[in-house]
């Protein structure tokens, strides 16, 4: 069987097994376009007739074999989720019978679709913009009641119709400008009311950019790093936190040498956590790469858990471990208290937590610090629907031209100088929206999509 990998034809019939690998109750097979019907007809042997009917049939292999007894249902572009024609076949949900089908397709001129290439199509064929696109990934990513409502009320435009208001207001300050450059000597140039327009759209951006970072956590997880010299229970820790076993503990110490990942949640809120090489000199080429990873985790995230071992109380590696991450928002955690008891005073605020990893003693402790910690970062109330680093981007750069615009107006700039940076803000709320768009870009986005969708 051939799969053409590498092209990238738009025109292409795609086909993909829409639902997880493994067993299941229902298979799902999706195809779209120019071809898609055509071949699900020659798969049942009748018509579909109806779009968006469900039909019954049997699906035939290309020896007459019946593969499955199916359901499926065709929709004509350009009302379908790609804006496609596109079909979907429901078969029993075995490996083998999803594979089949899906091969059935290729075989009659279909190819294999890409990661994300559906809803790169419903882009490309403007059903959704790039805001929605992000939103349906971080639905099915959801992993907290939160980012999953703010993803549903995104799909539903929330924040494309913010920053379609914000670009009809810079539009409206635009064409004031062009009547003033066009009729200038005619009509009284109205630089007051076209300087109070961009103070109030800077203004409105200003709150939505304050509580971003919040969205952002919401949808993507608060990061939690513990870090902490060799040997002192750090991962234990990360293993009781997540009530698994997923590093490696030995009482060796430089046992961890790379970031170890996990995703829980405490109290509703949802978090990365990472564990993270013991932090000491070494000789030792690869211990060194790790410790470097660990250093570099600390200072990227949210929160540090400062782990501490209270059997050989406050040493020269816990000293120099502090000096890197004095600025974090770290939390000091003694733990092995269970068989030692050498414990000071460490945090800014004095407010050090005592556990022990091994018995879980102290942790319920820990992880209402914890919450404490993130409460501002997440806060309801002001849930700001930038949901990604790159909304997040963009929107700060459509803030700088405007305050350019502003300073340009009120220091008496000519006022197509002005309209330069009202022009420059207008251009990157449509690279936001994806009006304006690189395939780099896209390449981006899509790639975090599974096949199917
Ligand atoms: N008694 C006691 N032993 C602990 C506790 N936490 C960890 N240990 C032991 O301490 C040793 C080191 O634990 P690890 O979790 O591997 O320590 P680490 O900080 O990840 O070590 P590195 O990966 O080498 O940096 C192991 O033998 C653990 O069983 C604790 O709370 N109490
Ligand atoms: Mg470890």
Known sequence: MEILENNDDTRDTIVAIATPPGVGAIGIVRASGPHSWRILEDCVRKSIEA?????????????????????????????????????????????LVTQKILEEFIKRGARLAKNGEFTRRAFLNGKIDLIKAEAIL?????????????????????LSGEVSAIRKMLIDALSKIEVTIDYGDDIEIPREEIAQDVENIVKFLSEKLA???????????????IVGKPNVGKSTLLNRLLVEDRAIVTDIPGTTRDVIRGEIKIRGIHFVIS????????????????????IREAS??????????????????????????????FIAVWNKTDIG???SKVSKD?????????????????????VERVKPLVEDGHLSHVTTKRQLEHLKIVQQHLKKALEAIKSGYPVDIVSIDIRNALSELDRLLGTNFTDDLLDNIFANFCVGK
Do not use: W
């Not at 782990?307 to 991450?325: H, P, R, W």
């Open 211 to 225: 509580h971003a970072d919040k969205g952002i956590h919401v949808s993507t997880g608060v990061t939690l790093a």
């Open 138 to 158: 971080q639905i099915i990513e959801a992993k907290s009641e939160e980012s999953l409502k703010l993803a549903v009320e995104n799909l539903k435009g929330k």
């Open 51 to 95: 779009e968006r009917r469900v039909v019954y049939g049997n699906f035939y292999d290309s020896d007459g074999n019946i593969v499955d007894e199916v359901l499926f249902v065709g929709f004509k572009g350009p009302r379908s989720y790609t804006g496609e024609d596109m079909v979907e076949v429901f078969c029993h949900g075995g490996i």
């Open 350 to 370: 004095g407010d050090d937590i005592y556990i022990s990893a091994s018995t879980g003693e102290g942790l319920r402790a820990l992880e209402d610090k914890i």
């Open 275 to 294: 564990d993270t090489a013991g932090i000491r000199e070494t000789n030792d080429v690869v211990e060194k790469i790790g410790i470097d990873r660990a």
């Open 300 to 329: 990227q995230s949210d929160v540090v858990l400062f782990v501490l071992d209270a059997t050989t109380g406050f040493t020269k590696d816990d000293e120099y471990i502090m000096n890197i991450i004095q600025d974090s928002n």
């Open 341 to 343: 008891n050498k414990i």
